[in-house]
Each structure stands twice: as C-alpha cells, then as structure tokens.
C-alpha cells in the first residue's frame, strides 16, 4: 500500500476471480497459526505503538504482506478491514508495555507549560503484531470456505503508474501511497466508490514521511465527516496525523518532517489537500488544471503567518523559515511548530469524465519541470510506446533527471482515461513538451476553473 522506495511500479486493480486460488495457495504456505517461536512474516513496526497507531500500523503490515504475495486488491483490503476490526475489539492491555522511567520524566518536563494531556497507552508492537498475523490467518482459513461478497465485490480498474528514485541524495525520503480499494479497506458500505493516492516528501529522515503514508488516510476514514465533507476530512486527517508524529517524535526523539499531497476521489468528485510543496496537478483534454498553491516561506500570507507568531522568513540558497526549512507547512519538524504549521489546506472539483490524468510529485520533479510541460512529456511517451500509459511515471522521473534535479524524486500518474482513448483522441494543446498545454488555475472549491497564465513551478 505504502512505499518504501520502489524503483518502479505500475498498478492495475485486479478483479475477484483470483480470490479462492489466492486463500487456497496462502493457508498452503501457512498451514497453521505462528507459535511464540516462529519468525514473524512481517517486520514488527518498531518497538512500541500507542493505541491510537495500531489501525494504521497494522493495516500497513497486512496490506504489504498481502500485496507482496500478489493478493487482489480487493480481497487484501477485505482480508486486512477484517482480521484489523477484530483484534481491536479484543482487549489489548495484555500487550501494553510501560515506557522507560526517564522518558516518562522527559515527557512530564515538556507538557509542563502545556494543557494537561491524558497518558498514552503504549503496546509492545512485536507481540501485537504477532497476534495480529494468527488474526488474519483465522480470517483468511474461514473465508476459504466462504468468501464474503464485500471481497469479491467488483471495483474499477485504475491503471497507475509510479516511479521513485534516490536520485543523488544519500537516503531515499520520499514515501508514496495507492490504494483504489478505499472502501473495502475502511469496511465503507455505501454506494460511493472511493480511491485514495498520495506522495510524501520528507527531510531530515523518513520517519514522518513513512508515518504520514501509514496514518493519513487512516485518519480520514475514521472522520465522520468523510461522507459529507471529503476535503475537510482530509485537513483534519492531516492535523490529527502532525498531532500524533509530534507525540512519537518526542518520545522517541525524532526530528524528522514531511510535506505531502494527497487526492481522494469519490463517486464523480475529486478531493485534495496538501501541506508544503508535494503538488498535484489535474490534465483535462490536454489542458492543465491547477489544483492548489504549495506552501512555500515567500508566500505573502505564509510570511505574515510565521512573522505573527514570533518566527521569520529569510533568503540564503532560497526562502527559508527561521533560517532553516524551505517550506513553511509540514507532518512533523517538532522544533520549528508552531512556525510550520500541521494545518492542511483543501480544494474540491466535480469530475465530468473528460479528465485525463491526476500527477502527484514532490518538489524533486516540480522544481525543474513546469507544469505546462507535464502534458507533451506524457503524450509523447504514450506515442512513442503506442497507447501503453504503465512506465510514463518512469519517464517523468528521467525527464526530472536530465533537467538537473538532485533530489529524491517521485511521480506517479493516476489516469482517470485510457491512455489509448488520449492518444487517439490527439489531446488538445499537446505535442511539443517544451510548448506544453494551457494551464487553468481552480479558485475555489466546485466552481469551473479560470484561464490564467502558466502558474509557477
């Protein structure tokens, strides 16, 4: 579901018809539950999790397993809701597992000047997920006899492709997420069909980017706004997950943060949010649509904010706060809150059927490629490899490449059409990558974009 840091991937959500083979060949390979002695299949999630993290945490291990061993989407999903709802609705303090003495004092030190907060529960992560695997085996030996109609259930086909790589910087920090079984995920019975992409950015380390792709759409799902107000679901998805990295980064003595964006379509509309300078554009008849504003430092009203607060905006290489980040919005970086704000911003657009594609990149590809170059980099691929769409994220990356960038970098392309139907469809205002398309900006919420001139990469 999550990335570590793939080189490559292309997606096709596959139908049901793979679900008895796949339950019959898993019981196989594990014909029993896992003794205390047995190696776990999975790598437990660190040490300790609070109780708030175990959803996430969990879902991330069993949706990894399961994808690896080529289990359809849906099923996964179906699988993962399953054996994750029931072991939440055991009693976990068998698992709880007491911090170190200092680090309780630590904490007291740093609440001291803040609201009195209630302890945090922390589970012992390695037996917890343990049990957790003997949950899923149970699921899985009692669906092989009788498979549930909301894992065989058929879903749309999305064809995504991605593409990360290190580049020149020494770790790769980027994290990414694809998940169009949102619903069977998150155990959502209505008739709305959800889909949920995002890319994340980190510096400083991966702990925040890697939390961000575990925790966010976790969060958005348990909001019980999500049907009614998608967008602010997502915002505050992103404040709740920038609350808990905070309390994980002070018991565990993280400096890491993360920008990211992130995009939920549902039913016929599109939702996005975003914190710092990961973006996501939108390529409609060959024409691009822009969805947001990063949040960079030399934004007038990011400035004003930060300089309201106490902090400051400077120039070195480039724009910075308090002389040290380059964006002014993040997942995490507990010694620069409140300057860098956790609070995301959101936008909405209704699909009409004649988009084309979704790109969500982080500031490695958005630095040197001009949105208005996005749509002849793709058509070109998809003319030069005869209507296939499944390696243009690869493409992308190398065009990123090739025009200087240093920085980790990650692509992916949602299509929202088939790359064969663009490439006969000839779309408008492609061909030449360096003219690119017309670009529209998207004011607000659900309103027809204007036409404004090509927007800042």
Known sequence: MSSGAPQKSSQMASGAEETPGFLDMLLQ??????????????????????????????????????????????????????????????????????PREEEEEEEEEEDDDEE????????????LARSFFNRLWEVAGRWQKQVPL???????????????????????????????????LFGLSDPVDRAYFAVFDGHGGVDAARYAAVHV????????????????????????????????????RLQSGTTGVCALIAGVTLHVAWLGDSQVILVQQGQVVKLMEPHRPERQDEKARIEALGGFVSHMDCW?????????????????KPYVSG????????????????????DGFFDVVPHQEVVGLVQSHLMRQQGSGLHVAEELVSAARERGSHDNITVMVVFLRDPQELLE?????????QAGGRS??????????????PPRS
């Not at 086909?157 to 998940?179: F, Y």
């Not at 084309?356 to 990149?361: F, I, K, M, T, W």
Request: aromatic content about 4%; proline content about 8%; charged content about 25%.
């Open 29 to 98: 390979d594990f014909p029993a539950p896992l003794n205390p002695e047995d190696p776990l299949p999975w790598k437990a999630p660190g040490m300790m999790l609070s109780q708030e993290e175990v959803e996430g945490e969990l879902a991330e291990l069993a949706m990894g397993f399961l994808g690896s061993r080529k289990a359809p989407p849906p099923l996964a999903a179906a699988l993962t809701h399953e054996a994750v709802s029931q072991l939440l609705q055991t009693d976990l303090s068998e698992f709880r597992k007491l």
């Open 320 to 336: 910075r706060v308090n002389g040290t980040l380059a964006v002014s919005r993040a997942i995490g970086d507990v010694f620069q």
């Open 425 to 433: 469809g000839g779309n408008q205002g492609a061909g030449d990558p």
């Open 440 to 453: 529209q900006d998207l004011p607000s919420s659900l309103p027809e974009p204007e036409t404004q001139a």
């Open 343 to 362: 609070e995301a911003d959101a936008a909405s657009r209704a699909l009409t059927g004649s988009e084309d594609y979704l790109l969500l990149a982080c």
């Open 116 to 127: 009195e907060k209630a302890p945090v529960t922390l589970l012992d992560a390695q037996s």
């Open 150 to 184: 909301a894992a065989r259930a058929s879903q749309r086909q999305w064809l995504v492709s991605i593409h990360a790589i290190r580049n020149t910087r020494r770790k790769m920090e980027d994290r990414h997420v694809s998940l169009p079984s949102f619903n069977q």
């Open 217 to 252: 759409h976790t969060n958005a799902a348990r909001q019980p706004e999500l049907p009614t107000d998608p967008a602010g679901a997502l915002r505050e998805a992103f404040r709740r997950t920038d609350q808990m990295f905070l309390r994980k980064a002070k018991r565990e």
